[in-house]
């Protein structure tokens, strides 16, 4: 039966064979100006690759958990040991805030703004704008003839005392402590728990660690800046802090710098392993100078692949390139081909060439078809992939066919022992498929277990020593990073401000003070003060101001008071209160408080509130909240499933999408049922005892998985190709010993990634392992046995 | 006209100049009054008086004067204790303070560092108790008014106690082992003196009084 041929490349070669300087210059050329162009790259470790940038709302949801407080701030824990004062971890905090200050810190806070005097004056001027009802029937209680008695007489106390001097403005102003009432407002915005004020420094409650909070202008993205505000951060710690006093430092920069660090080292062993295993394997296996040159193809590819993406976007993710490792080790099997089948010889190599190149054309468009379905996934990550993926598959068949065949030299017929090709011993036809089908029922049932994990911590590095300084953290100054936030937005603070008085009024019956954090008891919407405003006139104008006057008048005369010592206070009941105002509330010392829950955006205001981030407070204010027009609930455990539902949502699309092109590839290609089944046998075995193995094995599936999974598919469709190429249309044993050999290097690359300490690319690793080192066998024993009647 | 304009520069000169040397002369007090009255106070282990405080306050119809006693013990102990009109007091002992009301029967207990007044208060009682004026120059400039027996007028540097507090008048006994009088005066012109009458230096103290 003659072998059918893409007489295209046999004509090429016949052209080239004359050209060959030419040809090879070119080549060369062209990998020398890709290795030029891939100089340019930089590269990113960035978590937008792993993040749908299609404007979903886990993409919405995860650019808002950016917007909690302290999640871009540099957070620094200091402890002191037994006997450690107080007093001497606020010095090594005002120390340490020395020493930071200056390039890449824009602000270090050890302790409020100013003293507390501002704000009671804040508090107490604003008292009429902020006191809704209950407040009001709390100040007619504080009223009565026999309070206003001893609230009088122990303003007149502390007048006496050391202390006077300092408090007589805020007596004159408010000799009752109506400024009380407001305080209590000030519980809804405790959003450390655990934090004390102690000489006016953040404290724990047992007094044995400061808090100190860095601004900083560095991106938490960016992995240089972050090692080198690490690293003031370090030097600032050992300049400042005095023996038996430790600092622990928490931010967003040290997860990037330690991922970063993690995928550069996973690089550089992934890169070492792979070049070294795959040229030993060349080298046992082909034992041939010309190896050097198949060899050279998927370093050469790589290269390309590297310069294209160069040309299209210099930025590159970190994970595109790491995925070069495995490219290197995938992207042989075409130029396998053509390398066994040129030096088995038997024929002339123009004529060789044109029988492989449909084989390898098959492969490597089912292989681009597979990769291509990744060019609709939401994460900009894997678009990046495909295309660096393509690059290189295109790049590796245009070698293999083009340049390869003219550094082959055929060995002499003699030296090609029989034996030698058939690469595989004889099974029992019933053993295999038996064997195999036991196998596939297993894994088959097995897949059932396999769960998705959509955290994103699947797939970021965190050591132990990060995970221990964030327990330290939560212990030490209680769940401050563990909140759901709902934000009221606007398209100006007002808007938003009435919002998220709607929002307070439903949340505000439903969690306690210490649950729900919140602005709007102390900076209502302007329409809301305005009804508190109107509502307080009319309170004391009700012959109430009056009464509360006479009465301080006689309490006061009977103390030794002036007529007019409390005049100011009194002249608040009769006058309109002036507003409460986010520039007001910041004098006052509460910046901090008004940044972290006002957020300003290009067209809008959010206002945010935090509330506990349990399944079941979820769950119902999910429904509760979607009553209420502009307000958006955004849990991290609530991501966490939707991350979830997209990776299902996402992995169920592509194995569809690329199982019906493959389908039809084939189809298309092989045009005889039994063939096509028989080309998919390996991508069958591969898919399901990947999936099998990690469901009986207990691990999770995430986001790489899905590109993990495409590489399956796309890799074991060549095997199948070829394999049944070689059995039906009377090809060679070269393509049984370009499986194997292939297949080898590709395990060999993917075992390197498997060895990476970084879990994406640990589970990269795994999962092709698993699905490749089970379609190997499947496309040279499992496909030989089921076609056995056919190939004799 | 230009020597006009030369003649009252050289008027100006000469008047600012000689402001600047009276200015100077009193920011730059002695070093050895200092040293005099540190030197004599680190004798004094405990200190015990009575005083008499006048409140010259425009919130009271006239001055409001009330009586009480003082006790200090080196290096951190000190008892403010108000007897007449209203009986009210502290104690601290290191950063712990305990304070009392007569009239509610009230009794609290309080951390100094956590009461950022009370810290204040007790900075400058201990300060002055101690004759600690590394501490106090750097909050105050100071200008002796007399060395014998020693007046000082302290003006606060921080704006945050310039905001209520205008200056102190402080004068030491003749021996300059103790404080005898204190004037604060405020930013509106309310003033409290406080005269300390009949104190006893390393008088033996009671334990339970702190």
Not at chain 1, 149 to 172: F, M, T, V
Not at chain 1, 645 to 652: K, R
Not at chain 2, 9 to 16: N, R, V
């Amino acid at each position: 039966m003659p072998v059918p041929s893409c007489t295209i490349f046999e004509r090429l070669y016949r052209f080239l064979a004359t050209r060959r300087r030419a040809l090879f210059g070119t080549t060369i050329l062209l990998v020398i100006l890709a290795t030029l162009a891939s100089t340019r790259l930089h590269i990113e470790e960035d978590i937008a690759a792993m993040l749908p940038d299609d404007g979903s709302s886990v993409a919405k949801d995860f650019e808002l958990l950016q917007l909690a407080p302290f999640t871009r701030k540099v957070v620094i824990t200091l402890s002191g040991g037994e006997g450690t004062d107080p007093a001497t971890l606020s010095a090594a905090a005002d120390r340490l805030a020395a020493s930071l200050a200056g390039a890449g810190v824009s602000k270090v806070t050890t302790g409020p703004d100013s003293a507390a005097g501002g704000l009671f004056r804040w508090l107490g001027s604003t008292l009429g704008s902020l006191a809704g009802e209950e407040e009001l029937s709390r100040l007619g209680t504080m009223s009565t003839g026999a309070e206003v008695q001893k609230r009088l007489r122990a303003s007149y106390e502390s007048l006496l005392s050391p202390e006077g001097w300092a408090l007589k403005g805020s007596i004159q102003n408010d000799p009752l402590s109506f400024s009380a009432v407001a305080m209590e407002k000030m519980r809804f915005l405790n959003m450390i728990p655990h934090l004390r004020l102690v000489d006016n420094h953040f404290m724990s409650a047992d007094g044995k660690n400061a808090l100190v909070v860095l601004d900083s202008t560095v991106s938490m993205t960016d992995s240089d800046g972050s090692r080198k505000l690490l690293e003031r951060i370090r030097q600032g710690v050992a300049k400042s802090l005095p023996q038996g006093v430790s600092a622990t430092v928490i931010s967003g920069h040290r997860y990037t710098l330690v991922n970063a660090d993690t995928i550069k080292g996973d690089l550089a062993l992934i890169l070492t392993v792979t070049s070294v295993a795959v040229l030993g394997i060349y080298f046992f296996f082909l034992r041939s100078l010309s190896a050097v040159f198949v060899f050279l193809v998927p370093s050469s590819i790589l290269v390309i692949a590297s310069g294209v993406m160069a040309c299209l976007d210099s930025n590159v993710y970190a994970l595109t390139l790491g995925f070069g490792g495995v490219l290197l080790g995938i992207a042989d099997e075409y130029a396998m081909l053509i390398y066994f089948s040129c030096r088995q010889g038997g024929k002339d190599i123009g004529t060789i060439t044109g029988e492989v190149a449909r084989p390898v054309l098959f492969g490597a468009a089912a292989t681009l078809l597979s990769f291509g379905v990744m060019m609709i996934s939401a994460l900009p990550g894997q678009r990046e992939l495909a295309i660096y993926s393509m690059i290189g598959i295109v790049a590796s068949v245009a070698i293999s066919l083009v340049v390869l065949p003219h550094l082959v030299k055929p060995l002499p017929q003699a030296a090609v022992p029989a034996a030698r090709l058939d690469l595989m011993p004889r099974l029992p036809r019933r053993l295999v498929i038996g064997v195999w089908l036991g196998i596939l029922l297993l894994c088959g049932w097995q897949t059932t277990k396999v769960r998705f994990n959509g955290k994103l911590s699947a797939v970021s590095m965190v050591t132990s020593e990060l995970k221990e300084a964030e327990d330290q953290v939560a212990k030490t100054w209680g769940d401050v990073r563990g909140k759901a936030l709902v934000f009221a937005e606007g398209p100006d603070l007002d808007a938003a401000l009435a919002v998220n008085d709607r929002l307070f009024a439903r949340l505000g019956k439903r969690f306690a003070p210490g649950e729900l954090v919140s602005i709007a008891p102390l900076l209502p919407s302007s329409a809301l003060q305005e009804e508190n405003r109107q509502r307080w006139i009319s309170y004391w104008k009700d012959g109430r101001a009056a009464r509360l006057a006479a009465d301080l008048g006689r309490e006061g005369e009977a103390l030794g008071f002036s007529g007019d010592a409390f005049k100011p206070f009194l002249e608040r009941l009769s006058t309109p209160p002036p507003a409460a105002t986010e520039e007001g509330m910041r004098a006052a010392g509460m910046e901090e408080l008004v940044n972290s829950l006002i957020v300003r955006s290009p067209g809008g205001v959010r206002v945010l509130t935090m509330v506990p981030d349990t399944p079941e407070a979820i769950a119902s204010l999910s429904e509760e909240l979607k009553g209420i027009p502009g307000v958006r609930l955004v849990s991290q455990t609530r991501f966490a499933t939707q991350m979830s539902g997209a990776i299902v949502h996402d992995f169920t699309r592509y194995l569809t999408i690329t199982c019906i092109l493959v389908f039809a590839l084939v189809a298309i290609i092989f045009r005889n049922p039994r063939r096509i089944a028989l080309v998919l046998v390996p991508v069958v075995t591969g898919l399901v005892c990947s999936l099998g193995i990690m469901g009986m094995l207990g691990m999770e599936f995430n986001i790489f998985n899905i590109a993990a999974t495409i590489l399956i598919i796309g890799l074991c469709v060549d095997y199948g190709i070829f394999t049944v190429c070689r059995l039906t249309e009377g090809s060679t044993h070269a393509a049984d010993r370009a499986v194997l050999v292939s297949g080898l290097t590709t395990l060999a690359g993917l075992g390197a990634l498997a060895l990476a300490r970084h879990p994406s690319m640990h589970s990269i690793g795994m999962t092709v392992l698993l699905g490749i080192g089970t379609g190997i066998p499947a496309a040279l024993l499992v496909i030989p046995a089921l076609c056995r009647e056919e190939e004799s | 006209m230009r020597y006009l304009f030369i003649a009252i520069a050289a008027t100006f000169f000469f008047i600012f100049s000689i402001g600047a040397q009276v200015t100077g002369a009193a920011q730059a007090p002695p070093e050895s009054v200092f040293q005099q009255l540190q030197r004599t106070a680190s004798g004094v282990r405990t200190l015990s008086s009575d005083f008499v405080q006048e409140k010259h306050l425009s919130m009271f119809k006239t001055v409001v004067s009330s009586k009480g006693r003082f006790n200090f013990n080196k290096p951190d102990q000190l008892r403010w204790e108000i007897t007449a009109p209203v009986a009210s007091g502290f104690v601290l002992k290191g950063d712990k303070g305990r304070r009392w009301h007569a009239h509610t029967g009230r009794t609290e207990s309080f951390q100094i560092s956590q009461e950022p007044v009370m810290k204040l208060v007790a900075d400058q009682l201990l300060s002055w108790a101690q004759a600690d004026f590394a501490r106090i120059q750097k909050e105050y400039r100071i200008t002796v008014l007399d060395d014998a027996p020693v007046s000082l007028r302290l003006e606060p540097t921080s704006a945050t106690t310039a905001g209520f507090l205008r200056y102190l008048l402080v004068s030491f006994s003749p021996d300059g082992r103790y404080v005898r009088t204190v004037e604060v005066h405020e930013q509106d012109g309310d003033f409290t003196r406080i005269k300390f009458v009949n104190t006893a230096v390393n008088k033996p103290l009671k334990a339970d009084l702190f």
